[in-house]
């Protein structure tokens, strides 16, 4: 009895000690959450900073682009980061006006699990959405073997595998998908979180990269970078042109160079199915979130200081995790937007 | 002027105005849930009313709400689990009251215990990476012509009704059993003296026992049912979170507690927290009905009998009382 | 085969099926035990306990965070649970025969049944959504609610089986009826109760879904009241769901960790019941 009581009162007792020990230093913490999109890149750049500031602590949790507007809107979160621009009700619900600050350029691929398979699928806009529909059921399907002449394809189910969160991703690939078959904008539509008529559901793009991985027969969507590190096959899509593109910094690049001369003052805008050629159709900017007037200064100031930085130095790291460094023209007109931010 | 007694009865009226203080506490704890969880809900509750439990369709992008598949999803993979696992939950709860040796009853309550103390999320793990692959092998082995009834109907994703059923029987499993445990221990050893004196075999005066308790191990069952339906994490690592409502075992659905987990961060708008929070607090109140229907039934059996002597160990009182199901 | 041949026989059966029913369960409680044990033990080294996660995709990292972040959730947790319990526990045994006493007993029932999820809906609705940020302490409010039941239910219970003439007899030597339950009849029900509250320690040590959105999750350690913190099962549950074969070793090591401290709990609560029952016998 008495050797326990003086175990749990050390233990107590330790654990307040590192409590005061830690909260000692000045450091201070800055909460954020949202797109799994570039959780890759992100938590690699609050990592790189915390080296350069260990006094700064970003704390980014990757819960979904829905959770992070949401929680931004809450003000549970700092701030939020986002693959689907905010719409326009959601935007009129925050209780103040937020900027959206592009990060870095990504891709969506579509990725699958057939057994036998090794040569990189072909897809077509319309295959992909009806597979996504639930219209094509099995891998055999002409409409899949008419893109992918001489690749021998098993009689197997298609399952497709989605989004069960609120998901930026889910927002660039079903945008595209809507571009390409009106079909698809009609069952489906456009929004980060959508009624799928097939399917099973996984939480984040690292949910639905597990469940590709593991089901054989499924088709799946996530950010190139986790079809990468996970060694999960993905196929080339038809872009606006005709061409079949393989997602890659060059095609993503070039998917953004038309936008780039172009780029409303919001930054929010769409470069899904780009014209132009070698442009890889489902490639979209990701944004961070940030309220243009935060009460926290201390806290902005700290952010609009990483923004400058991530912006800068920080692109250096995007092409290592194959996400593709934003045009020189954007750069640009975001420094000048952080201005916007009041401290 | 203060007499000894007169101080005495004020100091215990302050003792037991301060403990039943504390008391009250608890009480408002339970009132406090309700009542928040009711006025959060108000926005979805009006908008929707009954409505909200018929509806099959759960679409966050238009605003329509319907909680029917959660429903669905929740009592399906709850009563199939209760199916699996009562008898042998009965089963072990008869051996270690009644016919094990004495040697092997400790180690072997012990073992019981220690399943019902792994955390739900150990459980989702395992289920994750060893039962959802062992269920879809069973996919792919079954006959064709199997897959055609429509219980056996789906792809081959290993995520589904079956795996969700399977791990909560394996959740529940000792939980019922150490309930149950306690109502046979109620009853007084008399009801099978007199069976065996009556000529009864073991199994016979068994029987006498349970007929003996038998609103108590009701109880112990519909406890379980509890359990299962509050279960939160395990089930939503393998069931594949689907809203969809279908008899197929192997097809992948969706329960309440299960899509709160899930959507609660992100629900976008008001009215969506809302549908969520519904979802709550309609768990909440079966729980609630569920606790209280076998409380009284449990109840009924062990105030007849008042034989404690010895404490009980309190680790099964930790685990076996009511506990809340994550 | 007459009656009783074929009574015996039945009876017999159903004997050997109780016997193969505790078989059945121990089976995937073994498996459960040893796949956690071996996938656990190899990832298990030194950094584990004392790194802190590395970005996503970079290998090595630990959750030394998330260890520290459940021990001071269970710590605020004790702190809020432990006090509002005992003293519960008190009047229970004190002035439970009335009806009240029946109606707190009934609730502290229904709270051990409230799914664990709820809970924290109810702690974000009351200590996240007001105050505009998770918080290490709505997590360990979150988890304290749900040990209250538990230390009620066990407070009461144990104090019912110290011997009256304990209470008797110090109320006949001139104490309060306070004195009388604070100073003579707690400490001797104390090992008990400090068991029960072990017990409930250990297991909302592992719960996950009442810290999904209250204390939410930290990749630094935070010991602030009003930051997210880490936690143990809400790492093991990011870690399992994602792609990356490093996260999922972390995920099963971290499992195994949670599991030993149970295990180590469960072990001390029956040595203290043994040692309780030896006592209470003589």
Wanted: one cysteine or more; proline letters at 6%.
């Amino acid at each position: 009895m008495k050797a326990m009581r003086f175990l749990l009162t050390l233990v107590f007792g330790a654990v307040m000690a590192l409590a005061a020990s830690t909260a000692q230093g000045q450091t201070v913490q800055i909460n954020g959450a949202g797109a799994t999109f570039p959780y890759p890149i992100y938590s690699k750049w609050f990592a790189e900073y915390n080296k350069m500031h260990p006094e700064v602590e970003i704390n980014y949790q990757s819960i979904g682009s829905g959770g992070g507007i949401r929680q931004l809107s809450n003000q549970t979160v700092f701030f939020g980061a986002t693959d689907g621009p905010m719409t326009p009700e959601q935007q009129f619900a925050a209780p103040g006006p937020i900027l959206h600050l592009p990060t870095v350029l990504g891709a969506v691929v579509p990725i699958y699990n057939i057994p036998g398979v090794d040569t990189p699928l072909k897809f077509s806009g319309k295959v992909l959405a009806d597979v996504i529909m639930g219209k094509v059921t099995k891998w055999n399907d002409a409409a899949i073997a008419g893109l992918n002449p001489g690749v021998k394809l098993p009689a197997t189910d298609i399952t497709v595998a989605h989004r069960s969160d609120g998901s930026g991703t889910t927002y660039i690939f079903v945008d595209y998908l809507s571009k390409v078959s009106p079909d698809f904008k009609k069952t489906v539509g456009v929004a980060t979180s959508v009624n799928w008529p097939v399917g099973v559901g996984g939480k984040g793009n690292e949910g639905v990269a597990g469940l590709v991985k593991q089901t054989p027969g499924s088709i799946g969507y996530v950010e190139l970078v986790y079809a990468q590190q996970n060694k999960i096959d993905f196929g080339s899509v038809q872009n606006f042109d005709g061409e079949f593109v393989t997602a890659s910094l060059a095609s993503v690049t070039a998917a953004a160079s038309a936008a780039a001369k172009a780029m409303p003052k919001d930054f929010r805008v769409s470069i899904t199915n780009a014209p132009g050629k070698g442009a890889y159709p489902i490639s979209s900017f990701t944004w961070l979130l940030f309220y243009e007037h935060p009460g926290d200064r201390k806290r902005a100031k700290i952010m609009v200081d990483f923004m400058k930085w991530a912006l800068t130095e920080g692109q250096k790291y995007a092409s290592d995790l194959s996400y593709a460094p934003l045009p020189q023209e954007v750069i640009a007109l975001e420094m000048d937007a952080l201005k916007r931010i009041s401290l | 002027m203060k007499t000894p007694s007169s101080r005495r009865s004020s100091d215990d009226r302050g003792f037991r105005l301060g403990t039943g203080f504390f008391a009250l506490l608890v009480v408002l704890l339970v009132a406090g849930i309700f009542w928040e969880l009711y006025r959060t809900s108000q926005l979805s509750l009006s908008k929707f009313g009954f409505r909200f439990w018929t509806g099959k369709t759960w679409d966050p992008v238009s605003g329509e709400f319907g909680a029917l598949p959660f429903i669905w999803g929740t009592l399906y993979s709850s009563v199939l689990a209760m199916l699996i696992s009562t008898p042998i939950a009965l089963g072990i709860a008869i051996f270690l009251s009644e016919l094990s040796p004495r040697v092997l009853r400790t180690p072997l309550a012990f073992l019981t215990e220690l399943l019902a103390a792994i955390p739900s999320i150990v459980y989702g793990l395992w289920g994750v990476f060893v039962l959802v692959p062992l269920v879809r092998q069973l996919q792919v082995v079954t006959p064709e012509w199997m897959r055609k009834f429509p219980l056996f109907s789906g792809p081959p994703l290993g995520v589904g009704m079956l795996s969700a059923a399977l791990i909560l029987a394996v959740m529940v499993i000792p939980f019922t059993s150490s309930v149950a445990r306690e109502v046979l221990k109620a009853v007084p050893y008399t009801q099978r003296e007199a069976a065996y004196a009556l000529g009864a075999t073991r199994l016979e005066a068994i029987l006498a026992a349970l007929r003996f308790g038998r609103t108590g191990i009701i109880g112990a069952i519909i406890l379980g049912f509890g359990r299962a339906v509050g279960e939160t994490m395990a089930v939503t690592m393998v069931i594949g979170n689907n809203p969809q409502i279908t008899t197929s075992l192997f097809k992948p659905q969706y329960t309440m507690a299960a899509v709160l987990a899930n959507e609660f961060t992100e629900a976008a708008d008001d009215l969506y927290l809302s549908a969520l929070i519904e979802i709550g607090l309609v768990l909440f109140i079966i729980t609630l009905i569920i606790n209280a229907l076998s409380r009284l039934l449990i109840w009924q059996v062990t105030r007849e009998v008042k034989v404690k002597t010895t404490p009980r160990p309190v680790s099964t009182m930790a685990f076996s009382a009511p506990t809340g199901a994550e | 085969m007459n009656r009783t041949a074929r009574r015996k026989f039945v009876s017999g059966l159903v004997v050997f099926l109780c016997g193969l029913a505790v078989a059945v369960a121990l089976v995937p409680l073994f498996f459960v035990f040893a796949y956690v044990l071996q996938k656990g033990f190899s990832s298990l080294n030194w950094d584990f306990f004392t790194k802190m996660p590395k970005p996503v995709g970079e290998s090595g990292g630990g959750m030394a965070n998330a260890m520290l972040g459940t021990l001071y959730l269970i710590a605020i947790a004790s702190v809020l649970a432990i006090p509002v319990g005992v003293v519960a526990g008190v009047y229970l045994s004190e002035y439970g025969k009335k009806p009240f006493g029946s109606l707190v007993r009934f609730t502290a029932d229904v709270l051990n049944g409230v799914p664990s999820i709820v809970i924290g809906i109810f702690a974000y609705g009351l200590a996240v959504l007001p105050v505009k940020h998770f918080s290490a302490l709505a997590g360990g409010l979150a988890l304290g609610f749900m040990m209250v039941p538990i230390i009620t239910r066990t407070t009461e219970e144990l104090l019912n089986l110290v011997p009256g003439s304990l209470r008797e007899g110090s109320l006949a030597l001139g104490a309060t009826r306070a004195r009388a339950a604070f100073s003579v009849m707690l400490p001797a029900a104390l090992p008990g109760i400090m068991t029960g509250i072990l017990v409930a320690l250990a297991r909302i040590a592992g719960e996950t879904a009442p810290l999904l959105f209250t204390a939410f999750n930290n990749r630094f350690f935070s010991a602030r009241l009003d930051q997210p913190i880490s936690s143990l099962p809400v790492q093991v549950y990011t870690y399992a769901v994602s792609p990356y074969e490093d996260w999922h070793r972390q995920a099963w090591a971290g499992a195994l960790v949670l599991v030993g401290f149970v295990f180590v709990f469960s072990v001390l609560a029956r040595v203290v019941t043994r040692r309780l029952e030896r006592m209470h016998r003589t």
